[in-house]
C-alpha cells in the first residue's frame, strides 16, 4: 500500500478562554493524488462518509486541495479528522472501517493516493463552524514563547474578527513547527478583502510588536476546501 500523505493544518496555544472546555485533537494528513486519481478518490470518499458507517464516525473530517503552497511542499491535498476529545481517538489506525464502502476507499487510496506526513495537533482557540468556509491558510510557526504569543494573538484577534485559530502541533510535524496560525473565509476573494481590512485597522502591525520575539514563521500553505463531513 502506497504511503499516505496528510497534513494538519490546524494550530493553537492553550488559553484561559478554553481551558473550561474538553481538549479536542485533530490529525491531518498530506496526500499526493494521481491526476487520474483525483475523481476517484473523492468518489470513495463521499461514498463511504456518507454510508451508515461513515456517519458514525466520532470525527469531523474535512478534504482540501491544495492551492498556494512553497516549492518544499509537493502534496496536492489534505485529509483532517478533528475528533471531540482523547477518546475519538482510542480506535486511531485499527484498519479498514468494516463496510463495503470502507474496503472501496481503501482500495482507491492504494491506487491513487501517497501519504507524504500525517500530524497530530490540538486546537488552541478554534470555532469548528467555521470549517465549512471554502478557503483556508496556515502559516506554520516555531513558537518560543507561548505565553506571550498567546496574549498577543487573544488580542489580535478580538480586535479583528474574532475568527483566527491558534493550535499546537503534537507529532509528526516538520521540523521546528510547534503552532499553526490559521485563517479561514469563504472564498479567496473573500480572505484578499479580509486581509486588507486587518491591516488598515492596525491590529496586524500592534500583534507584531507585541510577538515578534516570540516566533518565528516557517512556511504557509493555502487551501480550497473540497468536502466536509459530520460539519454540526
Not at 67 to 83: K, P, R, V, Y
Request: proline share 3%; glycine share 6%; hydrophobic share 45%.
Amino acid at each position: 500500500m502506497k504511503k499516505i500523505f496528510i497534513t494538519l493544518a490546524l494550530l493553537f496555544i492553550t488559553t484561559s478562554s478554553i481551558q473550561a472546555q474538553e481538549k479536542s485533537y485533530w490529525a491531518c494528513m498530506a496526500v499526493t493524488v494521481d491526476n487520474w486519481g483525483q475523481s476517484p478518490f473523492v468518489e470513495a470518499l463521499d461514498n463511504f462518509m456518507n454510508s451508515d458507517v461513515g456517519q458514525m464516525m466520532p470525527y469531523t473530517v474535512t478534504l482540501s486541495e491544495v492551492a498556494f503552497t512553497n516549492g518544499d511542499t509537493s502534496s496536492t491535498h489534505q485529509l483532517c479528522f478533528i475528533g471531540e476529545n482523547a477518546a475519538s481517538f482510542a480506535s486511531w489506525g485499527s484498519g479498514p472501517p468494516p463496510s463495503l464502502e470502507g474496503l472501496a476507499l481503501f482500495m482507491t487510496i492504494d491506487e491513487y493516493v501517497e501519504f507524504d506526513q500525517i500530524i497530530l495537533g490540538s486546537p488552541l482557540i478554534f470555532d469548528p463552524t467555521n470549517l465549512s468556509n471554502g478557503f483556508t491558510v496556515v502559516w506554520a510557526m516555531d513558537v518560543n514563547d507561548p505565553a506571550t504569543y498567546a496574549n498577543a494573538f487573544v488580542e489580535f484577534n478580538n480586535a479583528t474578527t474574532g475568527t483566527f485559530e491558534l493550535h499546537e502541533a503534537i507529532i509528526g510535524a516538520q521540523e521546528g513547527v510547534t503552532h499553526y496560525f490559521v485563517a479561514r473565509q469563504s472564498d479567496l476573494g473573500a480572505w484578499l478583502e479580509g486581509r486588507e481590512a486587518v491591516f488598515e485597522s492596525g491590529a496586524a502591525a500592534q500583534f507584531q510588536s507585541e510577538a515578534s520575539d516570540s516566533f518565528d514563521i516557517l512556511f504557509n500553505i493555502g487551501f480550497n476546501l473540497i468536502k466536509s463531513y459530520n460539519v454540526d
